[in-house]
């Protein structure tokens, strides 16, 4: 069958969805990955990828929009902050307004060129749906954390929903099949199908050091590929400071396009690195302190590893708070953020060995593989 | 379960194992590669690898097999056994820088299982000194008709290799991978240790220009040669853009990210095209002309559409007379390309239904996802 698949550029929204488009191709389904602006990080996907807005500068959208939408959700204003208020004040509304906006032409256009027999798109990505009702196709939503759910997504409905009356639509349709990534534990009712998330975190030649074991604990420490640009490296910092008084060693990933130069006079025992993916980096690692993004989060509880997040803005309140509950984690801000939390992580039982029963929750659900085939069944008809 | 992949060190040794590794993924194991040379493909494929042997000039290595060999190849181009003999030779030299990391890596990332292409001799020694199932995934269909036993010959191209490490013998692989459609087999039942899996095509990703999606307005013919032989001069292509120019359809020059300048003025119905995943490209096309490349071969079967092939070196004789033999196509030198063969390549009917059919036998063999399901068997 032929399944487009459509997310937002960001890695944050495309990484996700990378394992499950593998799995539909590498049961033989024609996939297409369809997105708009950078299309850097989904070709190295390898995966074939269709770009729904070339003449639109994202870039200038993005960039006008993203800081106050990011940090919205740290400064009082998040989704849940102000339930009467208008949606079109929200910092995040231009942004994820003028998104959609800017690509559901081209995407309408592609599905009804390409004529997919199903469209999966992003949870928040809802101009998916518009795209299956052009092309006649199913519609699956594919949720991309652990603690997002329904209530949350209708928000970006509701953003989204002139593009839906202009399509002749007074309100969002039902997707086909929810497709959620939380483990048992975490929401004991998913929202429709539940899928083992397996993490995508980009490919890239490891370095020597990421091979072997460590020999001493290793905590990672991140901040997702968005955080820095958007808050600053705070917390970095404050891990760089502490660290000389914890029997430890610091990898410390910030990604490409970081500026550490705060980062002086690191002590032996902290490496700071370039980009590295993430679940490898974890599989050698005791311990992982992070801003709660949803990728980062959902690889850190695959590597079932104690965390600590420090949520810096979007969604990362939302899921340092789903660590914590969940008793593998510390839910903390940038002040608490101290030499003995860190400590905390390699000595406290508690949170190891909740982190290691989320872990073995994540592994029984069923794989992207046995998803797809369950999805060629409903949706691959003759075609298949 | 960990799955540790390595290869020789050329694209068409890399590519054809990323559907797995994608699969293997997808079922949630973890996936690391140890190979040399064009490291970056897999990369780009979105997976992880170590380089086994970083700064090694492999043009040099296959430059520097003696021109006895070369005729040797020559002369054995039409055998598959005294062809395999050859190679691998000539690929044990390719294997030996990278023997050490490949070991190395291994023993510190503890592999459930390796899987190698054939002629990477440090899959074998990896999986002897470790002691872990090796599984061999072959590049082109057919090349299990004939399997003649050459551990000895790998074992005494690389015997102090295989001493220093204590590795008594090659081992024999657990499972030898086979991309061949039954109707090519003959309808012989495949040994034990042989298992079936569907070709699905990886050529790398791509963001498709908006042309491929149009359905083209006359008949659409891909050329390619692959991704060696162009680099040995574009000579060959000549009499095929001279053929081209005549018939009466449009044509696809995918020769990779090559300097065409050298053909001078294409003809009118020929565009010259930069690298595009071959697979995206035949979904446009109704006929094509390639070297017999292994991957080219079977993605051109996965496309079904009929195959005019032209072979130069390596195992694309016995590819070529692969789809000979299985109608869907002829083998032919170059100068043979003309017009009316072109025209044949277009019109036969016979050609095109048996590429038809063979297409449908290839997407009802074990795809990936259930070849790793029977590799989780290793594990227990």
Redesign the interface.
């Given at each position: 069958m032929r399944v487009l698949v459509t997310t937002l550029s960001g890695h944050g929204h495309l990484f996700p969805l990378v394992t499950t488009a593998w799995a539909l191709r590498s049961a033989g389904h024609e996939v297409l990955f369809a997105t708009a602006g950078d299309m850097t990080a989904v070709k190295t996907t390898g995966l074939h990828s269709y770009n729904v807005a070339p003449g639109l500068d994202m870039g200038k959208l993005v960039g006008e929009n993203v800081g106050e939408a990011f940090r919205s959700s740290t400064s009082g204003r998040g989704f849940g902050d102000n339930p009467g208020g208008d949606l079109r004040d929200h910092p995040a509304f231009r942004l994820f307004n003028g998104l959609a906006e800017g690509m559901v032409d081209g995407l309408v256009g592609l599905a009804r060129d390409w004529r997919p027999d199903v469209v999966v798109y992003e949870a928040m990505n809802l101009i998916g749906l518009l795209a299956a009702r052009a092309a006649g196709a199913g519609s699956v939503s594919h949720a991309i954390g652990v603690s997002h759910n329904k209530q949350i997504m209708a928000v970006f409905g509701a953003m989204q929903i002139d593009i839906f009356r202009r399509h002749g639509l007074d309100e969002l349709p039902e997707p086909d099949v929810y497709l959620d990534v939380a483990p048992p534990s975490m929401k004991p009712e998913p929202d429709g199908w539940s899928m083992r998330y397996v993490p995508y975190n980009g490919g890239g030649q490891l370095p020597g050091w990421l091979t072997g074991r460590p020999e001493r604990p290793r905590i990672t420490v991140t901040l997702g590929t968005v955080a820095p640009m958007m808050a600053g490296i705070g917390p970095v910092e404050r891990i760089a400071a502490a660290a000389a008084k914890i029997d430890a060693e610091f990898v410390v990933a910030m990604g490409s396009n970081v500026d550490t130069s705060s980062l002086r006079d690191l002590p032996d025992n902290v490496r700071l690195v370039g980009y590295v993916p993430l679940g490898p980096l974890l599989a050698s690692s005791t311990a992982v302190v992070h801003h709660g993004g949803a990728g980062t989060t959902l690889t850190a509880l695959d590597a079932g590893v104690p965390q600590i997040v420090v949520p810096q803005g979007a969604d990362g309140p939302v899921n340092a708070a789903a660590v914590a509950a969940a008793g593998c984690g510390l839910n903390v801000t940038d002040e608490e953020l101290d030499a003995r939390l860190v400590e905390r992580l390699l000595t406290d039982g508690s949170l190891r060995s909740s982190a290691a029963r989320i872990r073995a929750e994540m592994r029984a659900m069923p794989s992207p593989a046995e998803v797809a085939d369950r999805l060629a069944k409903n949706f691959g008809g003759q075609n298949s | 379960m960990r799955i540790l992949f390595t290869t020789s060190p050329g694209l068409g040794h890399i590519l054809p194992t990323?559907?797995?590794a994608?699969?293997a993924?997808?079922?949630?194991h973890?996936v690391?590669y140890v190979a040399g040379g064009q490291?970056d493909a897999?990369?780009?494929?979105?997976?992880?690898?170590?380089?086994a042997s970083p700064g090694t000039d492999y043009a040099q290595i296959f430059m520097g097999i003696g021109a006895g060999v070369r005729e040797q190849m020559a002369a054995a181009r039409d055998d598959l056994s005294r062809t395999m003999a050859i190679a691998l030779r000539m690929f044990a030299k390719v294997s030996e820088p990278t023997l050490e990391t490949v070991v190395r890596?291994a023993e510190?990332?503890q592999p459930d299982v390796i899987v190698h292409t054939p002629m990477q001799a440090a899959g074998q020694l990896a999986a002897g000194k470790l002691g872990v199932p090796l599984v061999a995934l072959e590049l082109g269909m057919g090349h299990s008709r004939v399997r003649p036993d050459l551990r000895h010959t790998t074992y005494e191209e690389l015997r102090e290799q295989f001493e220093r490490h204590g590795v008594a013998e090659v081992p024999n692989p657990a499972a030898r991978i086979s991309v061949t459609p039954p109707s090519v087999r003959g309808g012989e039942e495949l040994p034990d240790d042989a298992w079936a899996m569907?070709y699905?095509p990886?050529n790398?990703?791509?963001?498709?220009p908006e042309w491929l999606?149009d359905k083209p307005e006359r008949r659409r013919v891909l050329i390619t040669l692959g991704t060696v032989v162009p680099a040995f001069g574009l000579g060959i292509v000549e009499p095929i853009v001279a053929a081209a120019s005549k018939a009466d359809a449009e044509f696809v020059l995918a020769l990779g990210n090559v300097d065409t300048s050298s053909l001078g003025e294409l003809p009118g119905n020929v565009r010259a095209v930069g690298y595009l995943?071959l697979g995206?490209m035949l979904s446009s096309c109704d006929a094509a002309i390639h070297h017999g490349g292994a991957g080219t071969t079977m993605t051109t079967v996965d496309a079904g559409i009929p195959q005019i092939v032209v072979p130069q070196a390596a195992d694309q004789f016995i590819n070529a007379d692969t789809v000979q033999a299985n109608g869907l196509g002829q083998r032919a030198t170059v100068e043979e390309v003309d017009e009316a063969l072109i025209e044949r390549l277009l019109g036969d009917e016979q050609w095109r239904a048996n590429a038809v059919r063979l297409r449908g036998e290839l997407?009802g063999m074990p795809?990936?996802?259930e070849v790793?399901e029977r590799l989780a068997g290793f594990v227990g």
């Open positions: - | 990323i559907s797995l994608h699969a993924r997808a079922a949630g973890d690391l490291v897999v990369s780009a494929a979105g997976l992880q690898i170590v380089d890596v510190k990332w569907r699905v990886y790398g990703g791509s963001v498709v999606l995943p995206v997407h795809s990936p996802v790793v």
